[in-house]
């Protein structure tokens, strides 16, 4: 690659990393922004989702929107619509009392409406730009932005916390500005090759393969979304007992929380690179999968402490590490060319719903511990039932695709 393509590559790069930090960061201070605000834990919760709410409502509009005015409009337009909410949060400790609280969520709604623009993007631009060898490296460098964001942002969300936490957003602010200035720069857009859809079409292109192919595309798609709920869920209970419980705090903290998100971005290259297609494949990782989910949440059922809760995130997170990348994989592959696009905007969609609804509701779930691992138990029993009723057979593979 020149010059100019690898830092296309790592201004591309910093998307989905925003996407990955704008909840993950904020996880280790969850606790002390619940202090300083004297709200309450479900409160505190809200503050990822109601910036994982509008991220994953935007996800299949951006698609369309882009083919309308083009994908650098948008994304730019995107960036800087999270620097703008970035901006409100910071100020939101210019308050006291409800009205901080208020300022604070009405940024982070604002900045979730800009990540939701940026999340499906970065792999089509990687599309347009590269082709060969040189595509098939852009994005396995997407992967490594996706990890690192993953595996650095509790680290990053710990460090502000030890000055001042509203310095996370100041992060994601100067973040947002970098990719900006970047892509405006070195991104140059051709004009799209074919007249854009029209809305009632992307509609039923969603609903023909739904019906076509829900037997099994629902089911796929829901695991995945509870896998996710289930993750950041767990995450948000980490970050609370081991601070609460267990008085780790600070750098420390964020080090502990990095931890299942490392085996969990470890876990998804390991099952992405291993699963190539193949149904046996397949199957081996969905099982080995659902294990690692489903053993370790039978056992915080009976034995309880510092060491098994981190070991049981463990081997959570690297369940979900190997389940994630199956449903993938079924979702890119099993709808034909013409569908793709906007089937996997709805499976991202689902996901990320995922991700919203995790920390609020294991916030009320948490003062429960053996009622919050029992449901979580249940909703990923269901889920490996329903899979594997429904993928018994052969998978389907899409004709074209």
Known sequence: ?????????????????????????FIPLLPTMEVDLAITSFQSG????????????????????????????????SLVTIAAGS?????????????????????????????GGTASLAMAFI????????????????????????????????????????????????????????????????PPARAPMKWKEYLDTVIGAV?????????????????????FGLLVYLSYEIERIYGYGGALKGVIIAIPLTVFTIASYISGKKTGGEAGEIR??????????????????????????LLYMVAVSAGIGFLLPCCNLLVTTAVSSSERGMVVSFYHMIRFLGVAFGPVVF????????????????IIAVAAVWLRLTLSGTEPVAEDA
């Open 1 to 25: 690659m020149t010059t100019r393509e690898r830092i296309i590559v790592f201004m591309l790069g910093l998307l989905p990393f925003l996407m990955v930090i704008g909840n993950s960061m």
């Open 46 to 77: 809200m503050i990822l989702t109601v910036f994982s709410v509008p991220a994953a409502l935007a996800i299949p509009f951006a698609g369309i929107i882009s083919d309308r005015i083009g994908r650098k409009k948008v994304v730019v337009w």
């Open 87 to 115: 901006v409100v949060c910071s100020i939101a400790v210019l308050f006291y009392g409800p009205a901080a609280y208020r300022w604070l969520l009405g940024g982070r709604f604002i900045q979730g409406i800009g990540a």
């Open 127 to 190: 599309g347009d730009q590269f082709t060969g060898r040189k595509r098939s490296t852009a994005l396995g460098a997407m992967e490594v932005f996706n990890g690192l964001g993953k595996a650095l942002s509790p680290l990053l969300g710990a460090a502000a916390a030890l000055v001042i936490w509203t310095s996370t957003f100041w992060i994601y602010f100067l973040t947002a500005i970098l990719a900006m200035i970047g892509i405006g720069k070195y991104i140059h857009e051709a």
């Open 211 to 231: 019906k076509r192919e829900g037997r099994w595309l629902i089911p796929v798609m829901a695991a995945g979304g509870a896998a996710l709920f289930i993750l």
């Open 284 to 309: 081996t990782y969905f099982t080995m999968g659902f294990a690692l989910i489903l053993v370790p949440l039978t056992l915080a059922l009976l034995w309880h402490s510092f060491l098994a809760v």
């Open 363 to 378: 916030s009320v779930w948490m003062f429960d511990e053996w009622g919050m691992f029992a449901r979580s138990l249940v």
